[in-house]
């Protein structure tokens, strides 16, 4: 059995064995590792990363779209099709850059059926010279539909009906918008689109308003039955899609809890890395990769889109 202090104390003889230590026995001596307060000497740091390492079997990539018009708008998008802004295609080129930089190579990439979903998936691509990998669409990682709510401007609706009424709409996990009906000015262009004929559901069966929740709930099905076995050959895959499919499903992922969701920000354009374990468990946080001051900065700028404007 190993055990922490081999970890720790012994880490070059533990690589030069076979890797036949049993799984649960490496998740139980890293949750030892982490919970002890008693030593915080190097060998115990060293111990610990090497230990991820061991425990790190697959890369999983989340990307939040680049910016679309309607973001620099600050206006709900959901369902309808907007192309990104000059700022979001920047932004999905310097994704690409920094990606080749750091060395990732993709095998597989899946989009929405949304084109500033695609649209980003092929500019980061050609950023990283890598244009042939293959590219699977599915309208199940479309953006949350907001109803009603689409098109409309999210600071104009603080100042009408408070900003935290507008956060539940935004980011709570099972609060569900009002529907869209056929009367609303967005409707035909959205239910006429000949992209959803594609869809492995009826124009009729499709939503017209979601919670985050039942964006996890159409999610889930296509993440078990296509996207996981992928992974689970070995291939490293990206997921271009949009802020609250990608929240989806790292809440999904990660455990996190109905109430913390609310306040879990992905800014558009940075990649999000899962380093995970053989059961499809992150074996540490999840990582916004890039200049963390500027990652920081987007948060804050999302986070903001949902507050009144100040009067003048």
């Known amino acids: 059995m190993v055990t922490a202090e081999a970890i720790c104390l012994k880490p070059v003889n533990l690589l030069r064995q076979p890797l036949t230590f049993h799984w649960p026995c490496l998740q139980q001596v890293a949750a030892e590792l982490r919970s002890d307060t008693q030593t915080c000497d190097c060998a115990l740091h060293a111990g610990y990363h090497w230990l991820l390492l061991l425990m790190s079997k697959y890369n999983l990539f989340l990307l939040r779209h680049g910016e679309g018009n309607w973001n620099k708008e600050n206006r709900f998008c959901s369902w309808v099709d907007q192309k990104l802004s000059e700022n979001g295609v920047q932004e999905a080129q310097d994704c690409g850059r920094l990606l080749k930089e750091q060395g ?161 920000t992905l800014p558009t354009g940075i990649p999000v890395l899962l380093e995970l374990d053989e059961n499809l468990k992150p074996v540490k946080p999840r990582q916004l990769l890039g200049d963390q001051v500027k990652i920081q900065a987007a948060i804050k700028k999302v986070e903001d889109q949902g507050k009144a404007k100040p009067s003048t």
């Open 104 to 264: 990732y190579k993709f095998d597989l990439v899946f989009t929405s059926i949304l084109s500033r979903s695609i649209q980003t998936a092929w500019l980061v691509l050609e950023a990283m010279g890598q244009e042939w990998v293959p590219v699977v669409k599915s309208w199940r990682l479309n953006e949350r539909h907001y109803g009603s709510l689409i098109g409309l401007n999210r600071a104009e609706m603080a100042q009408q009906h408070g900003e935290e009424k507008v956060k539940l709409w935004r980011r709570s996990y099972d609060i569900t918008p009002p529907p869209i009906d056929e009367s609303h000015p967005y409707f035909q262009e959205i239910y006429s689109d000949r992209r959803y004929t594609t869809c492995d559901v009826t124009k009729e069966n499709l939503p017209r308003a979601e919670s985050l929740k039942e964006v996890l709930d159409r999610l889930l099905p296509y993440w078990d039955s296509t996207v996981v076995p992928e992974i689970r050959k070995g291939r490293t895959v990206l997921i271009s899609a949009h802020g609250n499919s990608c929240r989806a499903l790292l809440k999904h992922l990660e455990g996190i809890s109905d109430k913390d969701i609310a306040s879990v």
